[in-house]
C-alpha cells in the first residue's frame, strides 16, 4: 500500500534534524569534559570502567552536564546492552517490559543490561520499588539520573543498592571547549557559507549557559542559523547576536527543588555574615530565577529577630514595612524594596540572644512540667477569684522610684534564670547594662550572664 502522504522516494526524503548536542554527544571518556573528580586519571570510576565493570549507580548534577552520555559511554565500555527511559513518559508497565528484555538479553545471549532512567526522582515510591528486586537479581545495571537530591527524592532502599556519584555543572572553561570543539568540527555547523566567529561571542555563550552543555551548543547552532539568514554570503557572529539569540541567561533554579533551599540558605547565610553586596546578589539570582518574593520576604524578616534581634530593634520594623511596600507597589518596582531591606539587615549589628532564648525558653517549658502560675501574678477580675486570693499582694511597679522593684515572677519550681542574655553589640548593649543593674544575680557585671 502506498502512503499519499509520502510520495517523494526514500533518496529524497529529508534526513531527521539532529541537534548539534546530539552529534557532539562524547562517545569516550577522553571526550567527556568538567568530571574529572570521576573521570580523571586513578579515579576509581575510571578504574573501574577501565576493567569493564559496572554496578548500579544514581547521577546527581544539574541539567547539561552529561549524565545521559556519560551512562552511555559506561554502556559501551561495559560491552551492555542500553535500555533508556524517562521517568515523565514511562511507569511500571514500560519498567517489566524493559525488564524483561534484559532478562531474556541475560539468559539467552549472556549480555547484562543498563537501565537507565533519566529523571528518575519522578518515579513515586511504587515506581522506584519495582526495580529492586530486578537489580538485586543481576536482571539489569540501574543509572538513575536526577537533578534533585537523592535523599530527599530516591527511597532509602534503593539508594542502598546504588553508589550516588555528583556531578558538578561545567565550568565557563569546559564549555568553551565544547564550544570548540564543535567549531572546528562538525560539518554541518561549519557548512557553506562559514560563519565567521568573534572569539568574545563564543565566549559570551559559555559565560551565560551556566553551565549546561545542551543549552551552550544549542544557542551556538541557532547563532549560526540566525547568522546566515542575516548576511546569507558573509555571516558574522558577535556578542549582539548571541545576546540577542539568548534574549535572557539561563538560570538554574528550580522553585520546588533544591536549589531553592540553597540559594535561600545563601543568602540568609550572607546577611548573617554582614555582605550586603552578597547578599543582594543572591537575592536577584532568586528574584531573576522566578523565586515568590514573599518567600523571601517571610525568611527576611524571620532574619530580623533571629540574627539581629536587639542589637537593632528596627529591623523587624523595616522588615514588615518592606512587605507592606511589596504589597503595594507590586513586581518588579518592589524588589528595589527587598533590596533595601538586604542591605540594611547585612549591615546591622548581628545578636543572636533572642533566638538562643527561645530555644532555652522551651527547653525549660517542656522539660519543666506545668506549675501554677504564683497567686500574686494571677488576674482577680471576679469577687470569687479575689477572695481565692487572686492577685493578693501583686505589687505595681509603677508605684515604685523608677518604675521597678525587686518581684519573684517565675513559679515555684522554675529557678530564676537568664534565657535572654543579651550581647554588647549595638543597641543591645544598652540592654545588657539595664539589666545588670536590675537583676545582677542573674547578669555579672563583666557581662557574662548566669542560667
Request: charged share 25%.
Amino acid at each position: 500500500m502506498t502512503d499519499l502522504f509520502d510520495t517523494a522516494p526514500p533518496d529524497e526524503r529529508q534526513p531527521v534534524f539532529q541537534p548539534l548536542a546530539d552529534r557532539m554527544r562524547p562517545v569516550s571518556l577522553e571526550r567527556i569534559r568538567g568530571q574529572d573528580h570521576l573521570l580523571g586519571e586513578g579515579k576509581p570510576l575510571r578504574t573501574l570502567l577501565g576493567a569493564g565493570k559496572c554496578s548500579s549507580m544514581i547521577f546527581w548534577g544539574p541539567p547539561g552536564c552529561g549524565k545521559t552520555t556519560l551512562a552511555r559511554v559506561i554502556a559501551r565500555l561495559a560491552d551492555a546492552e542500553f535500555i533508556p527511559l524517562s521517568a515523565v513518559t514511562s511507569g511500571v508497565k514500560e519498567l517489566k517490559e524493559a525488564c524483561e528484555r534484559a532478562r531474556v538479553s541475560r539468559t539467552h545471549h549472556g549480555r547484562n543490561t543498563i537501565l537507565f532512567i533519566d529523571e528518575i526522582h519522578r518515579y513515586n515510591k511504587g515506581q522506584q520499588d519495582a526495580l529492586l528486586p530486578h537489580i538485586e537479581s543481576g536482571t539489569v545495571i540501574l543509572i538513575g539520573a536526577t537533578t534533585e537530591n537523592p535523599s530527599f527524592e530516591i527511597v532509602s532502599a534503593l539508594l542502598s543498592r546504588c553508589q550516588v556519584l555528583v556531578l558538578n555543572p561545567l565550568t565557563p572553561e569546559s564549555v568553551r571547549t565544547l564550544l570548540d570543539d564543535a567549531v572546528g568540527g562538525d560539518p554541518q555547523l561549519t557548512r557553506e557559507p562559514r560563519p565567521a566567529w568573534e572569539p568574545e561571542a563564543l565566549d559570551r555563550i559559555a559565560a551565560l549557559a551556566a553551565g549546561d552543555a545542551r543549552i551552550a551548543l544549542n544557542v551556538l547552532e541557532t547563532c549560526c542559523e540566525v547568522a546566515r539568514q542575516h548576511d546569507p554570503y558573509h555571516p558574522r557572529i558577535d556578542q549582539a547576536l548571541v545576546g540577542e539569540v539568548f534574549q535572557n541567561k539561563a538560570l538554574r533554579y528550580d522553585k520546588g527543588g533544591e536549589e531553592h533551599y540553597n540559594l535561600i540558605s545563601a543568602l540568609h547565610k550572607s546577611l548573617r555574615g554582614s555582605d550586603p553586596d552578597a547578599g543582594l546578589y543572591w537575592l536577584y539570582r532568586m528574584l531573576e530565577g522566578g523565586e515568590n518574593p514573599r518567600f523571601i520576604l517571610r525568611r527576611m524578616i524571620r532574619f530580623a529577630s533571629e540574627d539581629i534581634g536587639m542589637a537593632d530593634p528596627f529591623a523587624l520594623t523595616l522588615a514588615m514595612s518592606a512587605a507592606q511596600a511589596f504589597e503595594y507597589l507590586g513586581p518588579p518596582e518592589a524588589h528595589l524594596a527587598l533590596a533595601h531591606l538586604a542591605v540594611y539587615l547585612a549591615a546591622a549589628p548581628k545578636s543572636n540572644a533572642l533566638y538562643m532564648a527561645e530555644k532555652r525558653v522551651i527547653d525549660q517549658v517542656r522539660a519543666g512540667g506545668e506549675p501554677g502560675v504564683p497567686l500574686h501574678l494571677r488576674n482577680a477580675p471576679t469577687r470569687l477569684m479575689k477572695n481565692l486570693d487572686y492577685g493578693k499582694e501583686y505589687r505595681y511597679p509603677h508605684d515604685f522610684p523608677g518604675g521597678f522593684l525587686r518581684e519573684t515572677y517565675f513559679p515555684e519550681g522554675v529557678p530564676a534564670q537568664a534565657f535572654y542574655r543579651p550581647k554588647p553589640i549595638g543597641r543591645e548593649k544598652a540592654t545588657l547594662d539595664r539589666l545588670k543593674t536590675l537583676w545582677p544575680e542573674r547578669y555579672r557585671p563583666d557581662g557574662e550572664d548566669r542560667g
